[in-house]
Every structure is written in C-alpha cells, then in structure tokens.
C-alpha cells in the first residue's frame, strides 16, 4: 500500500530555527511583566501586550489603530517632550509622532522616556518606555518598539518620574514654565486668555491626621482624576504639594470663562470621597488669576492667584478671583 504523500512543503532547519525564534519572541513579550507595545512609524498603535492590556484597561483590539498621541497620553505630554528635545538638540522638534524617534534618528540604539498613560477609564500610570527602531533585513525603519524597563531583582524599584508626581501620575510644579511659555506666546498670538488656578483641599492635614496618611493618598489621587475629567486635555493639572494643586486654562475667551471652570471644578472637588467602607466628606477653595490681566508671565500670574486664594478661609470652600489692577 502507497503511504499518502504530505500536501505540505518539508521545513528545512533554518526555516524551523526561525519559526522557534519567531515563537520564542512571541511568548517572551506576552509573558513579560511590563508594559509592551509596537507602533508603526506614524504612532499608530499595532500591539500590546496582555500585561499593557491589563495595566491600562484596555482589550488589544481597543487600541489597534488608535494613535499613541492623545490615545495613552495627552497632547500636553507630547508639547512638553517636543520643546525639551528642541533645546537638546539644537533643532526644532515638533510635537507629534516625530517626539518618539527624534533621538533614535540621530543614531541612538535606544531612548529612554519619562510618561504618563491614561487608563481607559481615566486615571494616570506614570512609566518609562525603553523606544527602539523595528528595521527589516534590508535595515530600513519599519516600526517602533516600546518596553517599559521592569525591575530584575527584588528590592529594586521603577525609576521615578522628575516631571511627574508618582502618588497621583500628575505633573509637578517642573513643566509649568515650559507649558506656560508656550501657552503665552500662543495667548498673545491669538489674544486669547490663560488663567492659573491655585487649588487647595480645605483641612487637608486634618483629614490625614484623623483617618491617616493612606487615606490622604487615596484622597489626592481622587482628585486627581477628577481634576483630570474636568479639565479639557489642553489645560494643565499639576501636583505641589500635600493638598495643594494648581490648573492652567489655556485658550479661554475671557475671564468668565475662567471664573466658569474654576466654579466647576470646585464643586466637582468638593463632593465627598469613598475609601473602603468610609465616605470623606472634601472641601476646596480656589484662587483665580490671568493673562493679560495680571501679568504676561508665569509668577506674577501665581502670586496674584495666591493672593485670591488668601481671601478665602482657610476653613471655607468657594472660588476667589484676583482683582483687575488699575490701568
């Protein structure tokens, strides 16, 4: 009797060794414990793996397609990147998916990069993404490849982020300067308005003293992410310190829009928290100053908020807004 003949190709070893390559790859990127992620030339996200997936909320399928940009992070991210790069390298960079390869370009293997990526369902993942070039055997540019560095012993710790506050994922008081340069010389080029709120939860120490230290946490990253809802993505939050944050509105029409926001954020500050079984009841009070009306640049716009926020007591909540100086 005739053996029946396989109707596929024999494999050869080396195409055997790279299809184990291949699958060795495979299971090496989907077990990892860090965020993976591979991105066409564009931003355009391709892949992830389960431990982003699971990291972020997000199903594969979700992000396939979606942009890097304003898709896991903000647009802000990307200005505050293109202007640190520009001075670094002596050249302008502008802020879109060229932020991502403008080192790697230059001749670096890999670029090591400090962000912030928004959960599905809103709240803020500090991380740093290892960036290298995907090249094909031809060695042309083909794709990107993002790995978040993960600790190899134990005991050792993720590197924090300088610009960003790893309790709450905002950014510090460090990018102020940068993004309201920006934001000015834009203001003055369309006459548009930039406001700066200063904003403080009322008996902050307090709460902490009372209920403890990780309650507080848990308080600062609830307002956190409210900040985060309430403000648009051009706007900017920002993390002082203990119970103190600070906004800056960009692109408003006047200052009742100003005084609008900061009304709304208030409010939206102001309403109680649950942690665990316990419902803190929060209070916040802000002080509200712009441009032009106080200033062209970013101190005197925050010594006129602070001097707002002053006028309301410490024990109060409510929105206070700096008096217009005379002409």
């Known amino acids: 009797m005739n053996t029946p003949q396989s109707s596929h190709a ?10 184990d390559l291949a699958e060795a790859r495979r299971l090496l990127v989907d077990t990892y414990p860090g965020i993976v992620l591979g991105l066409d030339l564009d931003g355009r996200i391709l892949w992830l793996n389960p431990a ?18 304003d898709g896991l992070v903000a647009r802000e991210e990307i200005e505050l990147q293109a202007a640190h790069l520009s001075r670094e390298l002596g050249e302008p960079v502008a802020a879109d998916a060229g932020v991502l390869t403008a080192r790697l370009r230059r001749g670096d293997p890999s670029d090591e990069q400090g962000w912030v990526l928004r959960h599905k ?46 309790l709450t994922g905002l950014p510090t008081r460090a990018v102020l300067p940068d993004r309201a340069e920006m934001a000015l010389q834009r203001a003055a080029r369309q006459k548009s308005v930039v406001a700066m709120l200063l904003i403080e939860l009322t008996g902050f120490d307090a709460l902490c003293e009372e209920h403890g230290h990780s309650v507080g946490d848990d308080v600062l990253r609830a307002t956190a992410g ?32 100003a005084e609008r926001v900061a009304q709304k954020t208030a409010t939206a500050l102001s309403a109680p928290v649950n942690v665990g079984v316990a419902r803190i009841p929060l209070a916040a009070r802000i002080g509200v100053s712009w441009y032009p009306a106080h200033g062209d640049q970013l101190l005197p716009l925050v010594e006129a908020a602070e001097k707002a926020l002053a006028t309301v007591p410490a024990s109060d909540t409510g929105v206070a807004c700096a008096p217009v100086p005379a002409p």
Do not use: C
């Open 121 to 166: 369902e809103g709240a803020l993942h500090p991380a740093r993404l290892s960036w290298t070039l995907l090249r094909d055997h031809a060695g042309h540019a083909t794709g990107l490849l993002a790995v978040e560095p993960w600790p190899r012993a134990e005991g050792d710790v993720q590197p924090q982020l300088v610009h960003h506050d790893n």
């Open 52 to 69: 982003a997936s699971q990291r972020l909320g997000y199903d594969r399928e979700e992000l396939t397609g979606r942009p890097f940009i």
């Open 10 to 19: 024999p494999v050869d070893a080396t195409t055997r060794t790279w299809i």
């Open 226 to 257: 409210r900040l985060y809802f309430e403000l648009r993505k051009t706007d900017t939050a920002v993390r002082l310190e203990r119970g103190q944050f600070a906004a800056m509105l960009v692109d408003l029409h006047d200052a009742h829009d």
